[in-house]
């Protein structure tokens, strides 16, 4: 089924930027690579979608199930990340230029590092704030509490996160982590973010929407103030795009060069790339062939799944679960006992916002759900296209971190050679409404348009919550709008799709979905926000309880915007000049 085409070199051409004179400081001597094998037997199911659907709390969600340095302690498992053989040097780039770009494989510990580095080197000194962002929350709150940890600090205080919704922060907090959305939002307040010393941004290869805008403000936030330091993170080798448009030095001379490149080398070994003979008709069903002949013949390893969204991870899961069980029964005729192997299955999010110890076998199917906006009708949705060759090698390589390993591509080699290079940045296939709105914020005199631009939401749903008081129908409205900050309100089990799909209707209405999600939040209410309840009707519990939070969160932000009772009781309240 499968042939070998070529192997993958993580890190191979990385190159460092020493530009500038003198010698980096010291760093840390380079850890040994050595790590302990995982263990193969029966497999562990371990699912991983998108951060804002219906995944499990993100300590239960990133539980690993085998670490291969989880006998070190906490400050040996930092000693042997490769990056801190480099901290002395990424410490004096940031005292020589006013912008660093930080190469390095995931996994490299640039994320956790990093800002703990700066934290020592006295950048959050005289109250002043340093701040780290992730294009998704599920990175931000799990690296806030990574690095917590480290520190052996209490979260929120010294460390601290904010996403959309949850602000785990308060006014001594020194590092903050935050979505690149909520400093986006920042700088309407402070257009200059003046109790920053340096803001590193990360993940900046994967482009979105958030995260170009961004950077297009601090560059011109760094002509006025001539103080602020930026890092930018990138998993990938397009260094020299972003040092090229933070470069302010216009002579030949490089002594003046105000940005810099450093190149980290990654704990990586080959990896050995498989493609099928063909296309596979249903990747889905290929996925389970594959895990399970990898389970059958190949060396002791995890492995690592890159599926589209949650319905492939719940269908792929379920029918692995379902081989785990058949393979189960047929334990009683075996004369030794066995370990496990863990089998991981995730969307797009593995590829670089998140690392997971133990893999050595990557399976993926070739696609990816992007959101695009059809210029027809003005939609937005999530469209499932084909990777690019960029992120087809950051899966590859997910696959070599602790040995020489092999990904297994469902898909011919003559289709990876059609694949564009790159993936097209989010702010070129998505709705910009609302980051425009942001934009122009300042410089709005229309009332609506300055109370729309307070909120974290998009001009749509912030309009409707605001208009919602002349109609009398504020407390549904809020409901509606938070229910449509959550995606997959119902659940679709593999082994029982009817049953689900009658009781769907069961809430369904012909006003249309808006109203089916105001059903089925008002019966978890009145049902006592039961999980039992939820689990009967196929309803995602942890999105309706986060549902709840953003509802809350709405009332609290701006109660002043809502009025309750009917359209005439409100009508009379006016009249009578209350």
Not at 2 to 18: I, L
Not at 192 to 216: F, P, Q
Request: charged residues 25%; glycine residues 6%.
């Amino acid at each position: 089924m499968f042939q070998m085409s070529s192997k993958y070199h993580p890190g191979h051409g990385q190159r460092e930027n020493r530009a500038g004179g003198g010698a980096p400081r010291r760093g840390f001597a380079r850890p040994d690579d050595s790590a302990d094998a995982p263990r193969t037997g029966p497999l562990i199911l371990e699912e991983r979608t998108t951060e804002s659907t219906s995944g499990p709390p993100v300590d239960e969600q990133l539980k690993v199930f085998n670490n291969p340095y989880a006998s070190l302690n906490i400050q040996q498992q930092r000693i042997r990340l490769p990056i801190t053989k480099n901290r002395g040097h990424i410490l004096y780039m940031c005292e020589k230029y006013r912008t660093v770009i930080i190469v390095g494989e995931t996994g490299c510990g640039k994320s956790t590092q990093v800002p703990q580095f700066l934290l020592e080197a006295g950048w959050a000194a005289d109250g002043r704030q340093i701040a780290i962002t992730q294009p998704r929350r599920v990175a931000v709150v799990t690296l806030a509490t990574r690095v917590a940890e480290e520190k052996d600090c209490i979260l929120g205080h010294d460390v601290g996160y904010t996403v959309r919704f949850d602000d785990v922060s308060d006014k001594d907090t020194k590092v903050k982590f935050m979505t690149d959305g909520l400093l986006l939002r920042e700088i309407l307040a402070d257009p200059l973010l003046s109790k920053y010393s340096i803001i590193m941004i990360d993940e900046a290869h994967e482009r979105s929407c958030n995260t170009d805008i961004l950077l297009g403000l601090l560059r011109k936030i760094m002509q006025v103030r001539n103080d602020l330091r930026i890092i930018v993170s990138s998993a990938t080798l397009d260094a020299e795009l972003f040092k090229d448009f933070f470069e302010m030095n216009e002579t030949s001379n490089p002594d003046k060069d105000t940005a810099g490149i450093i190149s980290v080398e990654g704990r990586t070994h080959p990896v050995s790339i498989h493609h099928t003979k063909t296309s596979v008709p249903d990747y889905c069903q290929s996925t389970v062939d594959t895990v399970i002949n990898i389970h059958k013949h190949e060396m002791p390893g995890d492995i690592l799944v890159f599926l589209t969204g949650q319905d492939e991870v719940e269908d792929v899961s379920e029918k692995l679960r379902e081989e785990a069980r058949t393979r189960e029964q047929m334990k009683a005729f075996d004369s030794t006992p066995h370990g496990t192997r863990k089998v991981v299955v995730a969307t797009n999010i593995a590829e670089a916002s998140i690392t997971i110890p133990g893999i050595c076998y990557v399976i993926d199917t070739g696609y990816v759900k992007l959101r695009a906006v059809n210029a027809s009708n003005g939609v937005e949705s999530l469209m499932r296209v084909t990777v690019s060759k960029a992120s087809a090698e950051q899966r590859a390589g997910r696959a070599g971190r602790i040995r020489p390993g092999k990904c297994y591509r469902l898909y011919p080699e003559k289709e990876f050679d059609k694949f564009s290079e790159g993936t097209i940045p989010e702010i070129q296939r998505c709705h910009l409404a609302a980051t425009i709105l942001q934009l122009k914020a300042s410089q709005l005199t229309e009332p609506l348009g300055l109370q729309m631009a307070e909120f974290p939401l998009p001009p749509m749903h912030s309009k409707c919550l605001l208009k919602s008081a002349e109609f009398g129908c504020s407390d549904e409205i809020v409901t509606i709008v938070a229910m449509m900050q959550i995606q997959d309100v119902f659940l679709t089990p593999f082994r029982a799709r009817h049953q689900a799909d009658v009781i769907r209707k069961k809430f369904s209405v012909e006003e249309g979905d808006h109203m089916t999600m105001l059903n089925v939040f008002t019966k978890f209410v009145e049902n006592g926000r039961s999980k039992k309840w939820c689990s009967d009707h196929f309803v995602n519990y942890r999105g309706l309880m986060r549902a709840d939070n953003v509802r809350k969160w709405l009332y609290e932000l701006a109660p002043h915007y809502y009025e309750f009772g009917t359209e005439g009781e409100l009508a009379e309240k006016r009249m009578r000049g209350e």
